[in-house]
């Protein structure tokens, strides 16, 4: 019958000899120690890989994967952009959006402030945003309405 080499040598040195059981405890030791340092390197691997994925999809999910614009003017004919670049096999969606700086007031309190304008009806087709708030929905956002969405930390400042 044929074994393998190391399983050969393994076995030759665990095996205790002429009642010396001493060696035979310290490589039953050692061996209990190596499988209990493997199974925790793999537990810990494991849990890791598991909280990169989660962390991956939390950031990937609020955040557009990339954005195209037009830094000379405004992008009129985004449209046209948005069906020729949804023609590619790699993109899944596209939605628009409109960057600026503005400024909040409350009772009082001014706050600096960037505002991003977005479809709400293409938006929950490229971000997550909408299962993070704490109130309402994107269905609030209603074409000829003033309705804004604040983050918790900029409201907790204006309500001060």
Request: aromatic share 8%.
């Amino acid at each position: 019958m044929f074994r393998p080499f190391s399983l050969f040598i393994g076995l030759r040195y665990t095996a205790a000899k002429r009642g010396n059981h001493f060696i035979s405890f310290i490589s039953l030791v050692s061996m209990l120690g190596l499988t209990l340092g493997v199974a925790a390197l793999i537990v810990v691997l494991s849990v890791m890989n598991g909280f990169d994925r989660e962390l991956r999809q939390r950031i990937l999910g609020m955040v557009p994967h990339a954005t195209l614009s037009d830094y000379q003017r405004e992008m009129h004919d985004w449209q046209n952009v948005s069906e020729r670049v949804e023609r590619s096999p790699q993109v899944v969606a596209t939605a628009p959006y409109v960057h600026a700086q503005g400024m909040l007031t409350h009772a009082g309190q001014v706050q600096g402030i960037l505002v991003n304008g977005i479809d709400p009806e293409l938006e929950p087709s490229v971000s997550i945003i909408d299962d993070h708030f704490l109130s309402g929905s994107l269905d609030s956002l209603v074409p000829g309405d003033f309705n804004i969405i604040l983050g918790d930390l900029l409201a907790r400042h204006l309500a001060r």
